[in-house]
């Protein structure tokens, strides 16, 4: 019996040390997430930004790529020491909608006043929904889908949408001939690949180029491309659309190559990141051609800076989500002096100033565009820039 | 011609499934366990070989050695931390210990390796493509290294259960677990063994199959796991011939219907077509039907 009262005393005991390791490990966690807080006097007025994207799981390249460039971004900001302090709360969602809600309800509580996210496209929907309620500013680095915007007047987008890759795509093959017979693979099963093929396919059929095959598969997971591209060999095709993420165009070219077919590859924003991927053979991406608005090889100053900090920092090369990440703090920042916004205001407060200075003629130039308006709707005027890739770095065409 | 190159891709396809079949088979034979983590040990192995090639700059044969080796470890580990204290325990609780493994692997190599995808190099790379029919047709040294393996371990497993002591042990402790133990067969010891050469299995597997496909990431294991043992039941779990007929048979339908029926409906084909087999055959194709005396 004493035996047994002596256990259960022990298990209390470990109960409750488990208890304080697992509160100091909340500690910690919430310090670790603060890493950004600003330098500047107290009396800068703080204003606290959140940032939402997949740190880790499948996506993770696009999230911490996003984040790495806002941190950045908000260091530049609070050196300046200007009026405007940013203070930066970045969450992990795992590309995931309803953790992506879940990380939009502790910065919530954390009392952040503007969002920046979610990065991928179907969690910023589910998050769009939110903070349409809630009234707070959102401006989405990544998310593409024309859906992320619909109806919603507080919700504006970095990036080029969805439609206007797929018609750039059409309209770039068919001026420039690269090829009269076309094939598409994309991945039905992802509302980003499937709006994009769709807008291309439907440019493509006015402009009469013609797509000889349409090939899917069903999720990112999938490695077999050998049936899709024996059939876009056999109907002749000269070029093959890739609406899709690098991770399956790493291996529909590595599948391509060992079956001797050699077709132009023309990606999206989607096969930036490519030439990071560990262990990738670069020249399989030779002559491969995509859209991006970011190059980290261009030599403008602002472009130079941000690479060098960035390598230095994170000890690799920026992406263009590294890129549209640091425009979304330094564009909220122009907006929020322009407009006189201080910290003290609510979160709803600034959400309308911000809707009636981005839908009232604000522009910015950054390191992914120069003059960029937004539209009523929230869509960015950027045109997507067709690059190429040669010895391993993207070149201008 | 494309079919000819169809039947490849499906054969090679086919025969990874057969090779991840087989270690199912074989852990299910003894065990009667349906062990889930074996996938993620095929994740497990091919990471070894890819550090071992691209970190340490061994030479691919070696790191196959090393992949194997870290498997066989692996799976003994398993078996004796999260299956042996559940020997006696109902199926439900065992087959939730799988999936929690499973997880935790599949979680560890994220935090190991992280989550961004690596490019494996295929052990291979040094090998040429031979192409024939005027460059038509091309098969590349994966396939025929694949199909082949999966024949010499078919065989070698079949030798193994009925000629070696330690293999007729093991086909004891499936037909009767207590009745071994009564004829002097350490039970324990021979799942143990059963375990090791499932995860050696695996280890080759997720080279081979990392080889022919080559991204890696901590879930490239759980899909072909799943397909491998759908193919397993397809055969007739428990048989060894019947693992590798189900895997190739697999590989073949599902290339095919991507091939002729439709890119987006493959998967629901084969499982269909399992549907079926599974309601002619409820044992699979080559299982044995037991009748169980009351």
Redesign the interface.
């Known amino acids: 019996m004493t035996k047994k009262k002596f256990l259960c005393i022990l298990l209390a005991l470990v109960v409750v040390c488990c208890m304080c390791v697992a509160c100091g490990n909340q500690d910690n966690t919430d310090d670790t997430t603060d890493t950004t807080t600003p330098t500047g006097t107290t009396e800068a007025s703080v204003i606290k930004i959140g940032g939402i994207g997949p740190v880790t799981g499948s996506a993770a390249v696009y999230g911490s790529s996003v984040k790495a460039g806002m941190e950045i971004a908000v260091e530049e900001v609070n050196a300046l020491g200007g009026a405007i302090q940013f203070d930066l709360n970045f969450q992990d969602d795992e590309h995931d909608a309803e953790k992506s809600v879940n990380a939009y309800h502790n910065l919530k509580d954390w009392n952040a006043q503007i969002l920046v996210g979610s990065v991928t496209t179907s969690p910023c929907i589910a998050v769009a929904a939110e903070t349409y309620a809630d009234r707070m500013f959102q401006l989405t680095p990544s998310a593409s889908s024309p859906d992320v915007l619909t109806d919603k007047d507080n919700v504006f987008q970095l990036c080029f949408s969805d439609p206007s890759q797929g018609i750039t795509s059409a309209e770039y093959i068919y001026n420039n001939e690269l090829a009269t017979k076309v094939a598409a693979i994309y991945n039905n099963g992802d509302a980003y690949s499937t709006g994009i093929y769709d807008a291309f396919k439907a440019r493509a059929d006015e402009l009469g180029l013609e797509v000889v095959y349409s090939g899917t598969f069903p999720d990112d997971t999938t490695t077999d491309f050998s049936v899709q591209l024996t059939a876009a060999k056999d109907a002749g095709a000269e070029l093959i659309f890739l609406p899709i993420y690098y991770t399956p165009a790493s291996l529909i070219m590595q599948q391509a190559k060992d079956m001797n077919y050699e077709p132009i590859f023309f990606g999206v924003d989607g096969m930036d990141g490519i030439l990071t991927l560990e262990g990738f053979d670069v020249t399989l991406a030779e002559g491969v051609m995509l859209l991006t608005p970011f190059n980290a090889w261009d030599d403008d100053e602002k472009v130079v800076s941000f690479v060098t900090k960035y390598e230095k920092k994170y000890g690799s090369t920026p992406n263009q989500f590294a890129a549209d990440g640091y425009d979304c703090v330094w564009a909220l920042y122009n907006a929020c002096v322009a407009n006189n916004i201080t910290a003290e205001m609510t979160a709803s407060e600034i959400c309308e100033i911000l809707i009636d200075a981005f839908t009232g003629g604000f522009t910015y130039s950054g390191l992914t565009g120069t003059d960029m308006t937004w539209s009523e709707t929230g869509e960015v005027s950027k045109l997507p820039v067709v690059r190429i890739i040669q010895d391993g770095v993207y070149v201008d065409l | 011609m494309?079919f000819l190159?169809?039947l490849i891709?499906g054969l090679s396809?086919g025969s990874v499934y057969a090779i991840i079949a087989l270690g199912y088979t074989m852990v299910y034979g003894t065990a009667k366990m349906l062990n889930i983590p074996h996938g993620d040990v095929i994740m497990v192995g091919a990471y070894i070989s890819?550090c071992a090639t691209?970190y340490w700059g061994l030479p691919a044969w070696v790191s196959v050695i090393a992949a194997m080796v870290v498997c066989t470890v692996l799976g003994i580990t398993i078996e004796g931390l999260a299956y042996k204290p559940l020997r006696s325990a109902t199926p439900l609780a065992v087959l939730i210990t799988a999936i929690g493994v499973s997880y935790f692997l599949q979680n560890a190599a994220?935090l190991i390796w992280?989550?961004?995808?690596?490019?494996?190099?295929s052990v291979f790379s040094s090998f040429e493509?031979i192409?024939l029919f005027n460059?038509q047709l091309?098969i590349?040294p994966e396939a025929i290294v694949t199909v082949v393996v999966c024949i010499l371990i078919m065989i070698g497993l079949t030798t193994f259960t009925s000629k070696t002591k330690m293999g007729k042990a093991m086909r004891a402790v499936s037909e009767d677990k207590g009745a071994a133990q009564l004829m002097g067969i350490n039970v324990n010891r021979t799942i143990s063994l059963t375990f090791a050469i499932g995860s050696a299995l695996a280890a080759i597997a997720g080279v081979l199959l990392c080889s022919a496909?080559?991204?890696?990431?901590p879930?490239?294991g759980?899909?072909p796991g799943i397909k491998a043992f759908t193919a397993a039941v397809f055969g007739g779990i428990g048989s060894i011939p019947g693992a590798m007929l189900g895997g190739i048979l697999l590989g073949l339908i599902e290339?095919l219907a991507?091939?002729y029926i439709s890119?987006?409906l493959s998967?629901a084909i084969v499982f269909a077509v399992l549907i079926i087999v599974l309601l002619v055959k409820p044992a699979g194709l080559l299982g044995k039907k037991i009748s169980e005396k009351v």
Do not use: C, E, H
């Not at chain 2, 992280?114 to 190099?121: L, M, N, Q, Y």
């Open positions: 494309s190159s169809y891709s396809l890819f691209a994220l992280g989550s961004a995808p690596k490019v494996f190099t493509a192409r460059n091309t590349s496909y080559p991204t890696l990431q879930t490239t759980s899909m290339i991507k091939a890119t987006q998967d």
